[in-house]
């Protein structure tokens, strides 16, 4: 079971998508399981076959509980998914009595189909009839890819959430229109579903959130610091930037501060880690989470990884796709782990300055308000400008405030000067 937060314990198995003998590739999706906060998918880190499913669909489990045995060609390796992040539940447990497979493969036509093999053929519109089998009536994954040339692929996309609650009331998910983005089919396009789905999965996921900030200022000694920026240089810049795009290809400025804040991490790498066991551990790259107001209420965080790698427009690309599937409900289990700063943004919303609260393990979290008007002094002038406050929390046993106020100027620095930004 995959460790998906600091907040997480446990998880309850939705299903596998996989049967004992299927084939996986590191980064397969191979089990959906459901948090307090979300429905998430579950990859697979390595690549074999399937040897054992150890825990059957609707068992909940703690975290760092083996839920598969891969087979990789010498010996079985445990899947779990993402490694635990520091300070989660990862300690050796007993190991759960194998299982026969909840999804055993079946026969089509003659031909012995694997669930993963099902799906895929679903999602790419193949004609299972026309696919041609091994000698012993087995169809492998690698067969339906190559069919894919010969027919016209289709995919119906349906968050996994939607999906389950289609199978609990025997709804076939084919028929429904779906209303989500690129007409994917959402939690309320299910029949009689979207208020139980609220109802369910909002109240656990605000509970989950209060647990966490409770551990969090209850452990972690809070600094504030604040600065505000002169944002004409850059605003223009942007604009600019944007001129003769389409509104798909545009950059956000939203991507301009994850981006500062990215690369002031790679910098003042004292913010960029973890505070584990009485100790700072520097983090392996930058890997910004980005907070995310779900539609339905409730907040999730994923991560975008060594973000200060990207330029402005992957940035972009890369946040508007998080936060598009993660309002969804598409996020993959390594999307919602190994976070080493948060940012949180209210601009939207008219908020000038917010104030996070930290995320353990990490040790830094990263506030923008909105941009405001102010009166500034420019060339001798009082003028008005955009302005735009940025503010850090930051953990007093990793920090103080003379690093934290070095990490935050250069934060404004970057975001003062759009050439090193765009």
């Keep these: 079971m995959p460790s998906l937060g600091a907040d997480m314990d446990e998880g309850t198995l939705v299903s596998w998508l996989v049967a004992v003998g299927d084939r996986v590739t590191r980064g397969d999706i191979v089990a959906v399981v459901q948090t307090e906060k979300s429905d998430i ?11 054992e499913l150890l825990v059957e669909p609707g068992t909940t489990v703690e975290v760092g509980t083996p839920l598969a045995r891969i087979d990789s060609g010498s010996t079985a390796t445990t899947s779990r998914g993402p490694e635990p992040t520091p300070g989660s539940q990862s300690e050796a447990r007993p190991v759960p ?13 003659g031909r012995v189909l694997s669930p993963l093999v099902r799906r895929d053929a679903r999602r790419l519109g193949i004609d299972l009839g026309r696919v ?58 299910v029949p009689g579903a979207a208020p139980a789905a609220a109802k369910r999965t909002v109240d656990p996921m605000r509970t989950a959130i209060a647990r966490t900030m409770e551990r969090s200022n209850r452990e972690i000694p ?17 604009a600019a930037h944007n001129d003769g795009r389409s509104p798909r290809d545009r950059v956000l400025l939203a991507a301009l501060e994850l981006r500062a804040v990215a690369l002031a991490a790679r910098k003042v790498d004292e913010m960029n880690g973890s505070w584990v066991d009485g100790t700072f551990v520097p983090g392996d790259g930058v890997h910004v989470a980005t907070i995310v107001a779900l539609r339905g ?52 919303d008219g908020v000038e300055a917010i104030f996070g609260v930290i995320h353990p393990p990490q040790v830094a979290i990263v506030g923008f308000g909105g941009l405001v008007e102010r009166p500034v002094v420019a060339q001798g002038r009082i003028v008005a400008h ?12 990793a920090t103080d405030g003379r690093i934290g106020g070095r990490f935050l100027a250069r934060v404004a620095a970057l975001l003062r000067s759009p050439e090193r930004l765009l």
């Design 41 to 51: 998918e579950v990859e697979v880190f390595e690549t074999g076959q399937v040897a």
């Design 97 to 109: 009595r194998p299982v026969p497979a909840a999804s055993p493969a079946r026969r089509h036509a």
């Design 132 to 189: 041609r089998p091994a000698p012993d009536g087995t169809i492998h994954r690698d067969d339906i890819a190559a069919a894919v040339p010969a027919a016209r692929p289709t995919r119906r996309r349906v968050s996994p959430y939607a999906r389950r609650l289609a199978m609990e009331g025997s709804i076939d998910v084919s028929t429904l229109s779906g209303t989500g983005p690129s007409g994917a089919v959402v939690a309320r396009d």
């Design 222 to 238: 809070h600094y504030y610091l604040s600065h505000t920026v002169d944002m004409a240089a850059t605003v223009e810049a942007l």
């Design 297 to 348: 209420g409730g907040l999730l965080a994923p991560v975008i990884r060594d973000a200060d790698r990207l330029d402005a427009d992957e940035t972009m690309r890369s946040l508007g796709d998080v936060v598009e599937r993660a309002r969804r409900g598409a996020l993959r289990s390594s999307e919602l782990s190994g976070a080493t700063i948060t940012v949180t943004n209210l601009g939207e």
């Design 386 to 397: 955009p302005t735009l406050t940025v503010t850090l929390a930051a953990d007093h046993r």
